[in-house]
């Protein structure tokens, strides 16, 4: 297994552009999210998914799309990117909301 | 939600026993206590859980006090691999979804 793969690992964007943030797992996990990790804050849920066809919001959702076509891909879509979304972006997934979650490997990505 | 608290950093010499507290003192009776670390900016990497029994794995020993309001990893026996940032979290189910509440973790340094 693979684990959680994303891609790209390194993302540089000018302000107002948009981009999607790649992420996949392989261990038939229903449940999927996003973090964003800022420094000296720890990690903060973006979006989360319980299964395919289905997503919510975290506690910082704004300026984030998420959608989950399958149960093996979650991508992470920034519509306009703004100098406040430079940030790390990890993606984690796990058999349900209640089991461990395993996290991907990061993409770091600075909004110029 | 619960909040965790952690010493910054601690030094351990390589071939030792890592002992990594942590308090917890507003935990509910139905969060579960979670450790991950994260070395350089790698995605963090579960250790171990628990809810009120002491737990063993490959990686690590959780103690977990009688009252849950504090608890101790344990790394019997540390590598210079095992420099990392290690967090203390309570696990939290909020809705369907699940929230990781990171605080700022210890810095662990392995000493040859």
């Known amino acids: 297994n693979a684990g959680v793969t994303q891609t790209p690992k390194f993302q540089v964007l000018k302000t107002g552009q948009s981009m999607t943030l790649q992420c996949a797992q392989d261990m038939n996990h229903e449940y999927m999210s996003w973090y964003r990790q800022d420094p000296g804050m720890g990690l903060r849920l973006i979006h989360y998914?319980?299964?395919?066809?289905?997503?919510d919001q975290g506690e910082v959702p704004n300026g984030y799309n998420v959608s989950r076509s399958t149960t093996e891909d979650f991508p992470l879509r920034l519509l306009s990117a703004a100098p406040s979304q430079t940030s790390v972006y990890f993606c984690?997934?796990?058999f349900g909301a209640g089991d461990t979650q395993y996290f991907g490997p990061g993409t770091r990505l600075t909004v110029l | 939600d619960a909040k965790t608290t952690q010493p910054p950093s601690m030094d351990c010499a390589e071939g030792r026993a890592a002992n990594l507290p942590c308090n917890h003192s507003t935990i509910s009776g139905n969060e579960y206590v979670y450790w991950y670390r994260q070395i350089h900016s790698q995605g963090p990497q579960y250790i171990i859980h628990?809810?009120?029994n002491n737990e063993t794995n490959e990686m690590a020993s959780l103690i977990i006090t009688e009252d849950r309001k504090s608890s101790t990893l344990i790394l019997p026996h540390a590598t210079l691999r095992d420099t990392a940032v290690y967090y203390c979290i309570v696990r939290v189910i909020i809705q369907g979804a699940q929230k990781l509440v990171f605080g700022q973790g210890t810095r662990l340094t392995i000493n040859p």
């Open positions: 984690a997934s796990s």
């Open positions: 998914s319980v299964g395919a066809g289905i997503t």
């Open positions: 628990g809810l009120k």
